[in-house]
């Protein structure tokens, strides 16, 4: 069964720190995997893609990485900001073309000041 | 433009009511997609359309109808909902030639049933 899990389920930093988010997939065959990033009431926004033969990729503070012999993601952030504050949805797509994308359950993250 | 942009934000409804939510996109996507989403959950998929044509509906009560008049359009008619299909609805899109690529969401509507 296609499945993404990420942990942990919510997270709460102060400002200027780092952190990590992680997703594991059982997805296959796998395609590719996004981290969407959705503020509260808006609808998510892609921070990155990655493909099966990346293993890191950035986008200003933020980092994602992609292992997928083990099948495990990670989305690192720099020097958070209260603006990071959001939920962070690891999205994977097969290579099947039924359109179906399969979320993960996110994680939440609140930076403090 | 890569703008998805849905109407309205927020509507109340009763549960005898008829009332619609609209979505649009000016890519040339002519994959489109409508999700709900729960508080704390991710988005659940329901409806996607491919070319105008109604591609996947995942077991959706009847009470919802898609529609797609055209590729850049799509509404979602509601009728005789339930209190708990109060959510947010959000439409989304992707260039069908890569059918696993980006998916484009809009701000969504936060739909209440009274």
């Known amino acids: 069964k296609n499945q993404v899990e990420q942990s942990p389920q919510s997270l709460i930093i102060l400002e200027g720190k780092n952190c990590t988010l992680q997703?594991?997939?059982?997805?296959?065959?796998?395609?590719?995997l996004r981290w969407y990033k959705q503020d509260t009431g808006r609808g998510p926004v892609s921070l990155t893609i990655?493909?099966?033969?990346?293993n890191t990729k950035s986008n200003g503070r933020y980092t994602a990485t992609l292992d997928a012999d083990t099948k495990q993601s990670s989305l690192h952030i720099t020097a958070s900001q209260l603006s990071d504050s959001a939920s962070y949805i690891c999205?994977?797509?097969?290579?099947?073309?039924?359109?179906?994308?399969?979320f993960g359950t996110g994680t939440r993250l609140k930076v403090l000041a | 433009d890569t703008e998805v942009t849905q109407t309205p934000k927020h509507l109340v409804m009763g549960m005898t009511n008829k009332k619609s939510l609209k979505c649009e996109q000016h890519?040339?996507?002519?994959?489109m997609y409508w999700y709900k989403q729960k508080a704390k959950k991710p988005p659940e998929l329901m409806f996607v359309?491919?070319?105008?044509?109604?591609?996947i509906n995942e077991s959706v009560p009847s009470r919802f109808s898609p529609e797609c008049p055209n590729s850049s359009l799509l509404n979602l008619h509601l009728h005789a909902l339930q209190p708990e299909d109060s959510a947010l609805y959000l439409c989304?899109?992707?260039?069908?030639?890569?059918?696993?690529?980006?998916?484009?969401f809009g701000e969504g509507s936060r739909l209440t049933v009274l």
């Open positions: 999205v994977v797509s097969a290579t099947s073309g039924t359109y179906k994308y399969i």
């Open positions: 989304a899109s992707s260039h069908l030639a890569r059918n696993t690529g980006e998916l484009f």
């Open positions: 997703c594991n997939y059982t997805v296959s065959p796998f395609s590719n």
């Open positions: 359309y491919s070319y105008e044509k109604l591609s």
């Open positions: 990655m493909t099966f033969s990346e």
């Open positions: 890519m040339g996507h002519r994959a």
